[in-house]
Nanobody
Framework: QVQLVESGGGLVQAGGSLRLSCAAS????????MGWFRQAPGKEREFVAG????????HYADSVKGRFTISRDNAKNTLYLQMNSLKPEDTAVYYC????????????????????WGRGTQVTVSS
């Protein structure tokens, strides 16, 4: 069973930066596609960024393109999300997900595609 644990969230002023981490254990991290999603109160979980198992292919939601960077270190079984130029609308609980399917042609953006989830980390951006 794969376990994912997010960390790095917190309270930051608009324009600031945060780096989220997602530590994986109990599975073969290097074979999973990985994604970051977020969920604000009263809203559905939405795709933020995804990366292929090798780290070569990446995809971002339009709302974060140019501000967020997803990366992974397969030697450390860890996924990252560098978030710069944060905005109040980025406030949400951020979750990492693991996709155990064989490599796909495109990065999946639908939450139900992912098989494993962490418990999330809160990011709050004040104006």
């Amino acid at each position: 069973q794969v376990q994912l644990v997010e960390s790095g969230g917190g309270l930051v002023q608009a324009g600031g930066s945060l780096r989220l981490s997602c530590a994986a254990s109990g599975g073969t991290f290097s074979s999973y596609g990985m994604g970051w999603f977020r969920q604000a109160p009263g809203k559905e979980r939405e795709f933020v960024a995804g990366v292929s198992s090798t780290g070569i292919n990446r995809h971002y939601a339009d709302s974060v393109k140019g501000r967020f960077t997803i990366s992974r270190d397969n030697a450390k079984n860890t996924l990252y999300l560098q978030m710069n130029s944060l905005k109040p609308e980025d406030t949400a609980v951020y979750y990492c997900g693991a996709d155990r399917s064989p490599p796909r042609l495109t990065i999946p953006t639908v939450a139900s595609t992912y098989d494993y989830w962490g418990r999330g980390t809160q990011v709050t951006v004040s104006s």
